[in-house]
């Protein structure tokens, strides 16, 4: 017999529909998943993982009714949220439409996109190439870089994450990495400014900007200018830190770039569409990148989307060369009319205007009180919607509250935080020794404040680790 997977729900006042306890449904869920799910990032035989049920905007549900804040927005990519109704829509429409079509014809949505997306862009990127997801979005514009420039070399950070396909893994610089080291030979990577753990023994940011800029042109000029194609940075690294540039840094790279004919190419995978309350990143920086990679919140995942935008003197070099690349599921019509629709809430919601005010009003002061209140709190930063809290054994020495890459026993101090959080009903986003806040954007006052007062009293936790 077939157990359904759907949770039986009871609708609130509010008209949001709650999953009551469905434990035969969760029972199959798991079963099929340890038995034929073959999960990323995993051993196998370790993980258990948490059979969720529905979600609803801020919020999902396992099938034993509890609630969760989404914290993480998933993987940082649910911008609008859980079962946004504009975003179904958009999808169901367009199914009952035209479901799909290949990419070297022209399509309504697709078209309609790319023009939308490139009318928030900085000026001179005109065209957009759709892909998958973030990995392929890199990997193309790496191609794009390395086709164009006729050079092998990608200068990228030791702290990025630029995805699991070769090419993007070889580019990331944290432990991801090193079991997947060599895929991509062409690869060299630099330290980016890290006030707070400085490379460069800065005091200030100012040091720190400039510093690290000499290290990144002393790692150029040893590197061979004539033989590196491009320099792929996060415009605010993600999973591995939330670090802010320090102004003054992303222009002195595009000074860089411009000195040696390299391509600057901007991952914005994760903090493009408002996640810092800008339609791109780099908006908050007044620096232009020649290709921006972006995915997750163009339409929030609803359906596998990301692409590149591509300045116009890159886009004119494939006039009358062919563009040697190319994806089956380019500019899905699903994926597309999702990304259409996200426009359309965006500025009927005034979401970019929101997460700015929740960042600033909210987010930050609260943070800030953290640091002052908790020694496990080592440095807060961040903007929008993108923090994260940075935690330590002691605030005098810096010391990491779990040691880089921690695994196990040794791991415990973390875990233990996010079990406090997730007792406390909300799902943390936890990556070595740091808890990073990052809600859909569409979470409302009283959630973020009630989230962030769990969180608070989790720290309570991490506190019991320092000395």
């Known amino acids: 017999m077939t157990v359904t997977t759907e949770a039986v729900a009871l609708t609130d006042r509010h008209g949001v529909r709650h999953p009551l306890p469905a434990p035969e449904a969760e ?39 509890n609630a969760y804040l989404d914290f993480s927005s998933q993987l940082v990519n649910l911008n609008l949220g859980h079962q946004q109704p504009d975003l179904v829509a958009a999808i169901q ?10 990419p070297s014809v022209a399509n309504d ?20 190439f759709f892909t998958n997801g973030g990995a392929d979005a890199n ?52 330290f980016g400014p890290y006030l707070y753990r400085s490379a460069f023994h800065s005091t200030t940011l100012a040091e720190e900007s400039q510093r690290a800029l000499e290290h990144l042109e002393q790692t150029i000029l040893l590197e061979g200018p004539q033989t590196i194609a491009a320099i792929i940075i996060e415009t605010v690294v993600g999973t591995n830190g939330v670090l ?38 780099i908006d908050a920086f007044d620096a232009k990148p020649d290709l921006i990679t972006f995915a997750k919140g163009v339409n929030s995942g609803y359906v596998p989307l990301g692409g590149v935008v591509i300045s116009d003197r890159i886009a004119s070099a494939f006039d009358t060369v062919p563009f040697a690349g190319g994806l089956t599921y380019s500019g899905h019509p699903l994926a597309c009319a999702a990304g259409v629709a ?37 440095e807060v930063r961040g903007r929008g919607l993108f923090w994260a ?30 079990a406090a959080a997730k007792q406390g009903g909300v799902w943390p986003f936890t990556h070595f020794n740091r808890t990073h806040i990052a809600p859909p954007l569409v979470i409302t006052e009283d959630e973020l404040v009630h989230g962030l007062a769990v969180l608070d009293e989790a720290l309570d936790v991490a506190d019991g680790y320092t000395v």
């Open 389 to 418: 809290v940075e935690l330590v054994r002691s605030q005098e020495t810096r010391e990491p509250l779990v040691p880089f890459n921690a695994a196990g026993a040794d791991a415990a101090p973390m875990g233990a935080f996010a």
């Open 93 to 102: 429409q367009q199914a009952g439409r035209l479901a799909t079509i290949q």
């Open 139 to 190: 990997e193309y514009a790496v191609r794009m870089a390395r086709t164009v420039t006729g050079r092998r070399k990608v200068l990228s950070m030791y702290r990025s994450y630029h995805g699991s396909t070769a090419t993007a893994i070889s580019l990331t610089g944290d432990p991801r990495r090193w079991a997947n080291d060599g895929v991509d030979s062409g690869t060299v990577r630099f």
């Open 244 to 281: 802010i540039p320090p102004p003054g840094y992303l222009q002195g790279v595009r000074e860089l770039c411009d000195r040696f004919g390299i391509v600057y190419i901007a991952d914005e995978v994760m903090v493009g569409f408002g996640r810092l309350g800008e339609w791109f990143g």
């Open 27 to 65: 029972a199959q869920v798991r079963a099929d998943d340890r038995a034929h799910v073959f999960h990323s990032w995993s051993a196998q035989a370790a993980i258990d993982p948490l059979p969720v049920a529905a979600g609803e905007g801020s919020t999902f549900w396992d099938y034993q009714g």
């Open 342 to 378: 996200t426009f359309d809430v965006f500025r009927r919601d005034g979401i970019l205007e929101r997460v700015r005010d929740l960042g600033s009003r909210i987010v930050e002061p609260t943070l800030r009180s953290w640091a002052e209140r908790h020694p496990s709190v080592g």
């Open 109 to 128: 949505v697709r078209g309609e996109l790319a023009r939308l997306i490139a009318e928030v862009a900085p000026d001179g990127l005109e065209k957009v």
